[in-house]
């Protein structure tokens, strides 16, 4: 699976969108973007992922660059609750078998 | 309400002894995992199973057993030939995503403490 780099800590202010960046510049071309974010003491949280198209559901937006060599996580009205260490993964797909690799992530902190 | 549970939520134990952490889930999915997290660490994959009475080795197995006995059901045992054992211990469940990938949940953890 393709290696991921973040940064490891941003900031946003309440309301405004937090953009959360992440290079995945060896991905192939079946290898697919996830994201999760871990709030303090608690465990992951499934977010949102994509191969090509930008997605979109209720909790975020991701925005996959055309030559897929990053991606972007936006949550457009971040709340404290946003606080925490968002992961982006790339992975294989093996028909439901996948298994995560969790580097250590960017945290975010919402400031009021 | 549909979830995986971890009990207990904290568990201290003296060098030496195995400990049995819990992880159930009622979502009737077919694959459980188990991960190990140390303080401002990613996740590292201790097992995995895929279906009942089948499980794999991960990253880091050694001084760790699991069962699967049924589907529900993945316990994880923490031997005394694990050297750190202390660390938040996560269980997830998966099943697939609409496009065909595992899609994992996340159970609260587990906080051990060894001394």
């Known amino acids: 699976d393709a290696k991921t780099t973040q940064p490891p800590s941003m900031d946003c202010a309440e309301g405004r969108a937090a953009n959360l960046p992440c290079n995945h510049s060896?991905?192939?071309?079946?290898?697919?973007v996830y994201w999760y974010r871990q709030i303090h003491s608690q465990g992951p949280q499934y977010i949102i992922h994509g191969l090509k198209n930008n997605e979109t559901n209720e909790m975020a937006s991701l925005i996959i660059t055309e030559d897929r060599k990053s991606s972007t996580l936006i949550l457009p009205h971040a709340t404290l609750r946003d606080t925490a260490v968002y992961y982006c993964?790339?992975?294989?797909?093996?028909?439901?078998?996948?298994?995560?690799?969790f580097g250590t992530g960017t945290r975010l902190t919402i400031i009021p | 309400d549909g979830g995986i549970t971890q009990s207990p939520k904290y568990l201290f134990r003296k060098e030496g002894q195995n400990v049995t952490l819990s992880c159930e889930q009622n979502l009737n999915h077919d694959a459980m995992y188990w991960y190990r997290q140390d303080p401002g660490q990613g996740l590292r994959l201790i097992y995995y199973?895929?279906?009942?009475?089948?499980?794999q080795k991960g990253d880091i197995a050694e001084g760790y057993s699991v069962s699967r006995e049924k589907k529900e059901s993945f316990p994880l045992t923490v031997t005394s030939a694990q050297k750190n054992p202390t660390a938040f211990y996560l269980c997830?469940?998966?099943?697939?995503?609409?496009?065909?990938?595992?899609?994992?949940?996340f159970g609260p953890g587990t906080r051990l403490t060894v001394t």
């Open positions: 060896t991905i192939s071309g079946n290898e697919y």
């Open positions: 199973s895929q279906i009942v009475n089948d499980f």
């Open positions: 993964i790339v992975l294989l797909s093996n028909f439901g078998n996948e298994k995560l690799t």
């Open positions: 997830a469940s998966s099943t697939r995503s609409r496009t065909g990938l595992a899609e994992q949940y």
